[in-house]
């Protein structure tokens, strides 16, 4: 292309060029002032220079959370087409077009089924009133987990260092927005009163959102999704309720985000055993145990034993959290004992004829694939 080049005032090109340099200079020295001095300094922990955030690429990490992420993104239309959600592109409402046209009559009334008002009937004729309430009060748990899941992950995208660790809690943010509104419309099916945050859940997630830095990571992604875990295993097998294998599977990528981002940096000895994080963690798991007694009687009514449940999830928790590093004040085994006695010591005084049951081995998580996903969330933090 041919331009016409135009004149320029070279010494005012210099002078700008000169003005530029000392109000960068001001800036920057002002700004590594106060961040020296602790009183703020740049905010964005982003090294234009390098064109990197600070902490590196990290492609390992891009490739195994954001990468994987985009690759998994599930679109709720196609999973609950009973909902609102306008979310596929043309041509993937084309191949579902198409696969619905090559449906035969029984599996196209399958399909039907899940539509809005045939959704509600369906769920109607699968559980009883008593049992819809049960199903609503533990998911509106993870409802309610789900708002908080999201401006923590928010808040953790500033937290961590390098490309691939920003690109990967990205994702999450994304994810933990679509579980907030497909979670919410799903809840709102059952026409039942949705309960307000359980004062015990207030507690653990108020106290993950104010958590500091990386100590965000245990509160959210080690204890609170790994109750959303749980619960999404425990109930993704229920008639009405298979979208939830979705969710459990973007909360078991959530579960081993820790894991993958602390093998490059681990954290110090201090950060793993300061009397301050121990107590502040225990703080947050706390509220967990008073949780399972009140949660006891809505998972009764799903057959469920709240402490068969409670046992498979505090070991999983409690396996992850220290194998990352987010010690407790207690040692690992003594800690699991704790929980069983705190849990038995309930029964013993609530039920009638209570043997010592040892929860923490029991498994509360219903389908092969669930279980199969969870083992690598597990097993990956033993490796
Ligand atoms: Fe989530
Ligand atoms: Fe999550």
């Avoid at 619905?100 to 899940?114: C, G, H, I, P, T």
């Avoid at 979670?183 to 959102?209: C, K, N, W």
């Avoid at 990528?253 to 820790?258: M, N, T, V, Y």
């Avoid at 038995?344 to 092969?368: S, V």
């Amino acid at each position: 292309m041919k331009f016409e080049k135009r004149e320029v005032n070279e010494t005012a090109q210099s002078v700008n060029d000169t003005l530029e340099n000392y109000v960068n200079t001001a800036v920057r020295s002002f700004d590594n002032l106060m961040g020296t001095l602790g009183l703020g300094g740049r905010a964005a922990d982003y090294d234009d220079t390098a064109y990197e955030f600070l902490g590196g690429a990290n492609d390992e990490l891009r490739k195994k959370h954001y990468d994987k992420s985009l690759r998994l993104l599930w679109k709720a239309e196609k999973h609950a087409e009973w909902s609102s959600f306008k979310d596929l592109n043309k041509e993937e409402e084309t191949l579902l077009k198409l696969a619905s046209e090559s449906l035969n009559k029984l599996e196209k009334k399958e399909l039907e089924r899940m539509k809005s008002a045939e959704f509600k009937a369906l769920l109607n004729r699968e559980y009883t009133p008593e049992q819809k309430q049960a199903l609503v009060n533990i998911l509106s748990m993870i409802g309610h987990g789900e708002a908080y899941a999201w401006l923590v992950s928010n808040e953790v995208l500033r937290d961590v260092k390098s490309t691939g660790a920003k690109a990967a809690l990205t994702m999450q943010v994304m994810e933990e927005a679509k579980h907030f509104v497909v979670l919410r419309e799903l809840i709102q099916a059952f026409d039942m009163p949705i309960p307000r945050l359980t004062g015990y859940e207030y507690l653990i997630l108020e106290g993950t959102l104010k958590s500091k830095g990386l100590e965000k990571f245990f509160g959210m992604n080690v204890l609170v999704e790994g109750i959303a875990l749980s619960i999404f295993g425990a109930l993704s097998k229920f008639p009405g309720l298979e979208i939830l294998e979705m969710f459990h599977l973007d909360e078991s990528r959530h579960c081993a985000l820790p894991t993958n981002y602390l093998k490059d940096r681990p954290l110090t000895w201090w950060e793993k055993n300061n009397p301050v994080s121990t107590i502040k963690r225990f703080q947050l798991v706390l509220p967990a145990i008073p949780l399972a007694f009140k949660m006891e009687k809505d998972f009764a009514v799903l057959g469920i034993d709240v402490f068969d449940f409670g046992g498979s999830l505090v070991r999983k928790v409690l396996n992850l959290a220290y194998r990352v590093g987010f010690h407790l004040p207690m040692p690992q085994e003594a800690m699991k004992e704790f929980i069983n006695f705190l849990f038995n010591a309930y029964c013993m005084a609530t039920r009638k004829e209570h043997t010592y049951q040892k929860y923490l081995d029991r498994e509360a998580t219903m389908g092969e694939k669930e279980r199969a996903v969870e083992q690598e969330v597990f097993m990956m933090a033993s490796a």
